[in-house]
C-alpha cells in the first residue's frame, strides 16, 4: 500500500522569510496530493491540493509542486506570517474508487517574530 | 454552524468501557471517515463508509466498530476500551460526485483511556 514521509517534523523560520516542507510518496499510482493545515484544538483543513497532471500550483502566498518521476511533492510558504504557525500535513490518494488519504506524520511549523 | 461536528469533545473512561463517539455532517456528503491521530504519527483511517449500506475497514480497524445510522450520522465504537486507544479522533466526509477527492474534517474528539 501507499506510504507517505514527510520532512521536516518541525520547522522554525523568521516572519517573512520562506518555509518549505517536502513529502514523498511510494505509490506511483497515486493522483491527487492534497496539503492540511492544524491549528490547535481544530481538524485538519484543506490548504492547498494538486493532481498529478499538473506540475505546480499556486493560491496567493502558499505553492505545492510535484515530482511524479520522482513521486515527491513540497509546500511553499512565502512572507510567513504569524498566522501560518500551526501543523501542516501531506497526504496522497486515488482520485478514483475510494479515495482513502494517506498521511505524512506532519511537520510542526513555527513562525519567530 | 459548524458542517462536520463530533461529539464529545473531550472522553475519559476506564479500561473496558463501551465507548461511542459520534459524528454528523450538514455538507450532504456521500462518504464518511474516521481517523485516529497520535503523536508524530498522522492520521490513520480506522473505517470508511460510502453510504448507509457500505462499510469498510481502514488500516487500524482492529478494536473498533462503525455504525452509519444515516447519510449524515456515522458512529465510532471502541466495544471494550484499552489504554492504547487514547488518542485524538476525527471525523471526515467528502463527496464522490465532485472527483476531487477533497475531504473535510471534524473538529475531534480527545479521547483518554485510563
Known amino acids: 500500500g501507499e506510504n507517505v514521509e514527510q520532512h521536516p517534523s518541525t520547522l522554525s523560520v523568521q516572519e517573512g522569510d520562506s518555509a518549505v516542507i517536502k513529502c514523498t510518496y511510494s505509490d506511483s499510482a497515486s493522483n491527487y496530493f492534497p496539503w492540511y493545515k492544524q491549528e490547535l484544538g481544530k481538524g485538519p483543513q484543506l490548504i492547498i491540493d494538486?493532481?498529478?497532471?499538473?506540475g505546480e500550483k499556486k493560491d496567493q502566498r502558499i505553492a505545492v509542486t510535484l515530482n511524479k518521476t520522482a513521486k515527491h511533492f513540497s509546500l511553499h510558504i512565502t512572507e510567513t506570517q504569524p498566522e501560518d504557525s500551526a501543523v501542516y500535513f501531506c497526504?496522497?490518494?486515488?482520485?478514483?474508487?475510494?479515495?482513502?488519504?494517506?498521511f505524512g506524520q506532519g511537520t510542526r511549523l513555527t513562525i519567530n517574530p | 454552524d459548524a458542517d462536520v461536528t463530533q461529539t464529545p469533545r473531550n472522553r475519559i473512561t476506564k479500561t473496558g468501557k463501551r465507548i461511542m463517539l459520534e459524528c454528523s455532517q450538514t455538507k450532504g456528503h456521500d462518504r464518511m471517515y474516521w481517523y485516529r491521530q497520535d503523536p508524530g504519527l498522522g492520521l490513520q483511517l480506522i473505517y470508511y463508509s460510502f453510504d448507509v449500506k457500505d462499510i469498510n475497514k481502514g488500516e487500524i480497524s482492529d478494536g473498533y466498530s462503525v455504525s452509519r445510522q444515516a447519510q449524515a450520522k456515522f458512529s465510532l465504537s471502541l466495544e471494550s476500551a484499552i489504554p492504547n486507544q487514547t488518542a485524538l479522533y476525527f471525523c471526515?466526509?467528502?463527496?464522490?460526485?465532485?472527483?476531487?477527492?477533497?475531504?473535510?474534517f471534524g473538529p475531534g474528539t480527545r479521547l483518554t483511556v485510563l
Open positions: 494538486i493532481r498529478s497532471n499538473v
Open positions: 497526504a496522497a490518494s486515488l482520485i478514483q474508487g475510494a479515495q482513502k488519504l494517506v
Open positions: 471526515a466526509t467528502s463527496d464522490a460526485t465532485l472527483g476531487g477527492g477533497t475531504q473535510y
